[in-house]
Nanobody, 121 residues
Framework: QVQLVESGGGLVQPGGSLRLSCAAS????????LGWYRQAPGKQRELVAD???????NYADSVKGRFTISRDNAKKTVHLQMNSLKPEDTAVYYC???????????????WGQGTQVTVSS
């Protein structure tokens, strides 16, 4: 069982920055693929970015060049640095963890409780 706890959300003006953090309780943390998803009101949850154990990152087109995902295996944390924020980035952001398919199939998905990010002037 993996528990994920997000922090770092809040209200920011357009063009501003926020850094989200997610602390995990998991053995073998370093082998997990970690990700950030978001869900805006009335919309489906969507992938923002994810990062494999080999530090291969994948980003949604809408955040490329503005957001950076990173991980610290020693501290069992994953971060999302968000720069040049736009009003359309407003959503609840969720941390996600899953084992690679070659280690677990079907994959179990673990989720945090979510943290609100609001971009508004």
């Amino acid at each position: 069982q993996v528990q994920l706890v997000e922090s770092g959300g809040g209200l920011v003006q357009p063009g501003g920055s926020l850094r989200l953090s997610c602390a995990a309780s998991a053995t073998m943390f370093s082998v997990y693929t970690l990700g950030w998803y978001r869900q805006a009101p009335g919309k489906q949850r969507e992938l923002v970015a994810d990062l494999t154990s080999s530090v291969s990152a994948n980003y949604a087109d809408s955040v490329k060049g503005r957001f950076t995902i990173s991980r610290d295996n020693a501290k069992k944390t994953v971060h999302l640095q968000m720069n040049s924020l736009k009003p359309e980035d407003t959503a609840v952001y969720y941390c996600n963890a899953r084992l690679p398919i070659h280690l677990e199939f079907p994959q179990r998905q673990y989720w945090g409780q979510g943290t609100q990010v609001t971009v508004s002037s």
